[in-house]
């Protein structure tokens, strides 16, 4: 199993600022995804953190709109950059974890829910 | 806090076979969300429920959403091997400008055996 540890969990920004969001899991694990959900809509994943290289990210994200560091297996930073009212949202990392004969588990994050005035 | 209980946690069907996933919450939901995770592709978005009631379906997939707003369920119908993956069900719950939270259950793997 893995814990993860997601901080800030909430925080108020100024328009045009840049806020990074940290993510710690306790045990080693492969894939780490970056997640964003506002109110109403689903989870929509923003990028895919790959450990010792660049972030894979999804149609509509840039990384120099969020930039992601994967410095090693247990750890990642999403950075929201130049944030505007849009950017309000919860933001979720996630990872999937093999447990051998079981599959897989997915695990996430409590989630920082970022609103940006 | 909202706590969302999935199951079953894992299934093997045979193709072809219809098969169901349950989803109850401790608290009448907000917005139910299903969603779909192969390995190292991230979770994929299937449906969402909001009202009472509610059903929606996409291919072979279809969810339903009961009266009360507590429980869910996703029911796929003639299963194939393209539908083997992880199955996760999520709620968020908020409450304007108060809080915002997003729960998700353990999830159902599933198999299905050619």
């Known amino acids: 199993s893995a814990v993860i540890s997601q901080k800030p969990s909430r925080d108020i920004c100024q328009r045009g600022t840049s806020l990074t969001i940290q993510c710690q899991v306790d045990?080693?694990?492969?894939?780490m995804f970056w997640y964003r959900q506002q109110p109403g809509q689903s989870l929509t994943l923003i990028a895919t953190?790959?450990?010792?290289?660049?972030?894979?990210?999804e149609s509509g994200f840039v990384i120099d709109k969020f930039p992601i560091s994967r410095p090693n297996l247990t750890f990642s930073t999403l950075t929201v950059s130049n944030m505007s009212p849009e950017d309000s949202s919860i933001y979720l990392c996630?990872?999937?974890?093999?447990?051998?004969?079981?599959?897989?588990?997915?695990?996430f994050g409590e989630g920082s829910w970022l609103t940006v005035v | 806090s909202q706590e969302l209980e999935q199951s079953p946690q894992s299934l093997i069907v045979q193709e072809g076979k219809n098969l169901t996933i349950n989803c109850t919450s401790s608290?009448?939901?907000?917005?139910l969300y299903w969603y779909k995770q192969k390995y190292g592709e991230g979770l994929i978005f299937l449906m969402m429920?909001?009202?009472?009631?509610e059903e929606k379906s996409h291919e072979k997939i279809t969810a339903k959403l009961d009266e009360k707003k507590q429980q869910s369920s996703l029911h796929i119908t003639a299963s194939q091997p393209s539908h083997a993956g992880i199955y996760l069900c999520?709620?968020?719950?908020?409450?304007?400008?108060?809080?915002?939270?997003?729960?998700f259950g353990k999830g159902t793997k599933l198999s299905v055996i050619p």
């Open positions: 953190a790959n450990q010792g290289s660049e972030a894979t990210y």
């Open positions: 999520g709620a968020d719950d908020y409450s304007g400008a108060g809080s915002y939270q997003l729960t």
């Open positions: 608290k009448t939901l907000y917005g």
């Open positions: 045990s080693q694990v492969t894939m």
């Open positions: 996630s990872v999937e974890d093999q447990e051998g004969a079981g599959g897989n588990t997915i695990y």
């Open positions: 429920l909001q009202k009472g009631g």
